[in-house]
């Protein structure tokens, strides 16, 4: 049983006439059993009281043609150890509609729409003025990592050469990236405005991300960088272990090099992300 809750929220942006899901645990002041949803199971009560206290946030951004429940073992951990997470599903960049991906509206839109979500939890009703909006990281997957890097101060652009005009918002104050995408920053200075301390996952078998991706953050980035490199995993081991019914070959999602333990491993990630954090959030 956790002291967990839960939430289904839809954030706006008025701006582009769209709305987006986003799921988001908390701290609750009781304990809940199994939550099911489908293909995961949590521990979680629905729209649960909130307990007592702010709580930093945290937002996960997933990557290209990947859902908002594609984390939920580091987003239980995390909440169990005191913080809001937030799940966005990337507007037109998810598994169920992927029109935007490689486009330049999708690299202007996702950073954006990390900045609403923290706008809408500071007004959400369930939560109250339990989340610190002001105490946020945000954790990338993949493009991902491109999200979180814009919004900590990263120039990028795109495919073409075109500059991507985005916003970065001071209210983050640490990023983790696993599996980072990095490509639309690779040219001089484009991540030397990130002072942040960022935590680095690099897959050692990523057919998808290589190592000089984490290494134009390592490169470039101001701030402490914390590069650790994971022995016989794969781009998606990132992604929260699934059922044994909805793995194998046919879901590459699902699949790791041969020997590698995604179970084992999310509780190490898990784990490790939180110690990240709270060094984030004490200094």
Request: net charge negative; proline share 7%.
């Amino acid at each position: 049983m956790e002291n967990t809750g839960c939430t289904h929220i839809r954030v706006m942006d008025n701006q582009a006439h769209i709305g987006f899901p986003c799921f988001v645990m908390y701290p609750a002041r009781d304990a809940f059993g199994d939550f099911n949803l489908h293909p995961f199971t949590i521990q979680a009560g629905l729209n649960a009281p909130v307990a007592e206290g702010k709580f930093p946030l945290v937002v996960i951004s997933h990557g290209s043609g990947g859902n908002r429940l594609g984390y939920l073992t580091i987003a239980q951990a995390l909440t169990g150890a005191g913080y809001v997470v937030a799940m966005p599903e990337h507007h037109l960049n998810n598994r169920d509609e992927n029109d935007l991906e490689g486009t330049l509206r999708n690299l202007v839109l996702r950073p954006k729409h990390i900045s609403l979500v923290i706008d809408a939890l500071g007004q959400n009703l369930i939560l109250g003025d339990a989340v610190d909006t002001q105490q946020v990281a945000v954790i990338g997957h993949s493009i991902g990592a491109y999200t979180g890097l814009a919004l900590a101060g990263g120039m990028p652009f795109s495919e073409t050469r075109q500059k991507v005009t985005v916003k970065g918002d001071d209210r983050v104050k640490g990023l983790v990236l696993m599996a980072p995408a990095t490509g639309w920053y690779a040219y001089p200075e484009g991540l030397t405005d990130v002072s942040v301390p960022v935590l680095i996952y690099e897959a050692e078998k990523d057919p998808f991300t290589g190592p000089e991706h984490a290494a134009r953050v390592v490169d470039q980035v101001k701030g402490d960088v914390d590069l650790r490199r994971i022995k016989n995993a794969g781009h998606f081991s990132f992604l929260s272990p699934f059922p044994k019914d909805v793995s194998g070959p046919h879901f590459p999602p699902s699949v790791d090099p041969d020997g590698f333990d995604r179970v084992a491993f999310h509780k190490q990630l898990s784990q490790e992300i939180e110690t990240f954090l709270r060094g984030v959030f004490s200094s």
